[in-house]
């Protein structure tokens, strides 16, 4: 029996529902695998404002620091539009990452077989595409000083940020990387502007370095302008694709659409390594969904896809994580969907049919 712990943080909106069936799914491998779950469940974002105060209460951030790993479903929504900046819901998951170190942001483009269709691009370039985005989190042009908006000593009023990196940043970032290609299909594409950036220069210098310890992984460097040429041409040339903040944000969202809906975009923010854990956040891509919150309509997929993901990362599970991702895969290919998804013709089903869909494709694969 293999104990592991677990903070639930439904939050906001949607975040609740999708939350309520992923509960259904962890008993489900609490009762038919050796895996047993400590969960502890509390509040984010507004929903943690409401009540607290604040959308990160101390005793939760104290929580996050102990168990083994943290999903969350999601925060935000327009009664907080008003409230003092630090005090919105999207502070809350913010600090938590702060707090937790989360440098290592891992976003899978995956097509999976059923949806291949309802992506933008022709079926034949994404169908079987399985990439994996790796954006730098907590460092690079998002937080760099000296920012903002001034006048310079001309008396021209500008704006200003600034990009820059530490070798430490962009060598644990890009160790993650290596580790993850070994496990998949052993590439790892190092995205920068090293043709124009300084920092780019740097950022390759470093992967280099890097690289020459992961012998059995293959490196390639590449300009993030063809790499975002490239995510359109040709995605399945790809494995990992590691990058910086900046970058990693424009990238993996360019990537997301390749999959089809945003109800099915799982990811995960990993920390440092001590003493054999990682701090670890699991989240959909989607936000909290106001427009459908509470009627039902929500897709839980992304947020159980997340959790696949967790036994994967957290919990060192590779056949509990495929056993999931292949419940999904039949869920969807016998056109059981929910709206955002829907096939032509076929009635969607509700968020908990969903998810006792799930259950039952989970029962049916294991006997
Ligand atoms: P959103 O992702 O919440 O929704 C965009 C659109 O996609 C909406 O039409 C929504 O109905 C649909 N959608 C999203 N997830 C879905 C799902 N699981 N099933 C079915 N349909 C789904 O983005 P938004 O509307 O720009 O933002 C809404 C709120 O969420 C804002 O307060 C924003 O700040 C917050 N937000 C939070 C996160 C997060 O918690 N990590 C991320 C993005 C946005």
């Not at 913010?94 to 891992?106: P, S």
């Not at 933008?120 to 370039?125: G, N, W, Y």
């Not at 220069?201 to 470093?206: D, G, L, Q, S, Y």
Request: with cysteine.
């Amino acid at each position: 029996m293999k104990n592991v712990s677990i903070l639930l943080l439904p939050g906001d909106g949607i975040g609740p529902e999708a939350i309520a069936e992923l509960k259904r799914v962890i008993d489900w491998f609490g009762a038919h695998t050796d895996l047993s779950f400590d969960i502890t469940e509390d509040d984010i974002g507004g929903a943690a404002y409401e009540r607290y105060g604040t959308p990160l209460a101390d005793s939760t951030l104290d929580t996050a620091k102990k168990v083994d790993a943290i999903v969350m479903g999601a925060v935000g929504g327009p009664q907080w539009d008003n409230v003092e900046r630090h005090l919105r819901p999207e502070a809350g998951l913010l600090t938590l990452r702060k707090e937790l170190d989360l440098f290592a942001n891992l976003r899978p483009a995956t097509c999976r077989a059923a949806l291949a269709s309802a992506s933008s691009l022709k079926e034949d370039l994404v169908s079987g595409l399985d990439i994996m985005i790796l954006r730098e989190l907590t460092a690079g042009v998002y937080f760099g000083e000296p920012r903002g908006i001034d006048t310079a000593a001309d008396g021209r009023r500008r704006g200003l940020d600034t990009q820059v990196y530490f070798e430490d940043e962009i060598e644990r970032l890009l160790r993650v990387g290596f580790e993850l290609a070994a496990k998949r299909n052993r590439k790892v594409h190092s995205v920068e502007k090293a043709n124009v950036m300084e920092s780019g220069v740097f950022w390759r210098e470093i992967a280099t370095r890097v690289g020459k310890d992961y012998a059995d992984v293959e490196l390639e460097h590449m300009y993030a302008d063809n790499c975002a040429m490239q995510l359109v041409r040709a995605p399945k040339q790809f494995d990992v694709i590691a990058t910086d903040n900046l970058f990693g944000d424009i990238l993996s969202d360019c990537a997301a659409m390749l999959t089809g809906s945003l109800g099915m975009l799982p990811s995960a923010s990993l920390g440092v390594e001590q003493n054999g854990k990682r701090a670890a956040l699991y989240e959909p891509v989607h936000g909290s969904a106001p427009d459908i919150a509470g009627k039902g309509l929500a897709n839980p997929l992304a947020t159980i896809l997340s959790f696949a993901m967790c036994l994967r990362y957290s919990f060192d599970r590779q056949s509990d994580a495929d056993l999931l991702e292949k419940a999904v895969d039949q869920v969807l290919a016998k056109n059981i969907r929910t709206t955002d998804i829907a096939a032509d013709g076929v009635k969607p089903v509700s968020t908990s049919e969903m998810g006792s869909a799930l259950l039952e494709a989970l029962d049916d694969i294991s006997s």
